[in-house]
């Protein structure tokens, strides 16, 4: 993956002394924002099933930005195993400032071949594991007055076609994020979500492109994961210190334009099996 070489925008050592734990961090667009925290002064743990490639990533980021990045293998959706991640956490660093919540299943899937427990699964991954990681991680995050960040999609906005799993999933944790704002405000802690658009060269865009013009993109580019990464930063920062509750879209407005060129009948006729 490219290297995130955050940012000219910010001060190098903003973070410094902070410490991020990241769920879904070794690969994609949860992997560009820790970097990019990395890259500002925090030390990080990165959290996700497959244990070699999170330990494979932790160690380029390492390298990559000379800071202080650990992995620990685990599923969102047990709580015994976020809780151990936090334990981990606090044990190599001593406290959590910022959590994201990252981690998150999806593939698309018209209603028909959508069974039960693919349903289940992503709203389990998704929704259960943004929960489950924030209640192992919040005594910890109000003791520090940090902030989370919950990643988010545009999906439910305009009832994307082959999404109603994941795009329910992100509406849930989009009122996690309000309900959260409300509660830890006074903490002293701010919860906020981002909601990437398109972003190339990731897993998610190779299963989820589908159809997808670039053209249809408001900004006529695709979106890097740089784009999340600065998002990231900014929320995180003391510039943001009065935002709460709020999901930021950052997609170069495509929600605002879906342009699926091949509806409706990509609903009537939905190809048969697994995309
Ligand atoms: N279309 C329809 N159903 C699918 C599917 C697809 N492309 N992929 C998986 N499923 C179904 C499975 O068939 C299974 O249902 P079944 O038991 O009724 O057959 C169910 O989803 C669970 O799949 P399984 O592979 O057992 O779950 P898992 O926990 O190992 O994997 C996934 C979770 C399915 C979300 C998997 O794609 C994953 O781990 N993804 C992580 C990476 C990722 O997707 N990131 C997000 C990029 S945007």
Known sequence: MASV???QVFKQDIFAGKVLLCTGGGSGIC?????????????AVIVSRSKDKLEQAAREMSQATGGEIIAVAGDVRKPADVENAVKQTVERFGRIDFLIN????????PFQNLSYN???????????????MTKAA???????KGAIINVSATLYYTGTPYQQHAGSAKAAIDALTKH??????PHGVRVNGIAPGPIGNTVGMDKLGLGFEVESIPMQRMGD????????VFLFSEGANWI?????VVDGGQWMNPNYIAYPAMVLTPPQGKL
């Open 5 to 7: 070489a955050t940012t």
């Open 31 to 43: 992997r560009g924002m820790t970097e990019a925290m990395v890259r500002h002064g925090a030390k």
């Open 102 to 109: 990252g981690a998150a299943g999806n593939f698309l899937a």
């Open 118 to 132: 693919a349903f289940r699964t992503v709203i389990e991954i998704d929704l259960l594991g943004t929960f489950n």
């Open 138 to 144: 919040v005594e910890h995050i109000k003791q520090a």
């Open 180 to 185: 959260w704002a409300v509660e830890l405000g």
């Open 225 to 232: 994961v740089q784009d999340i990464a600065q998002s990231t």
């Open 244 to 248: 709460t509750g709020v999901t930021l």
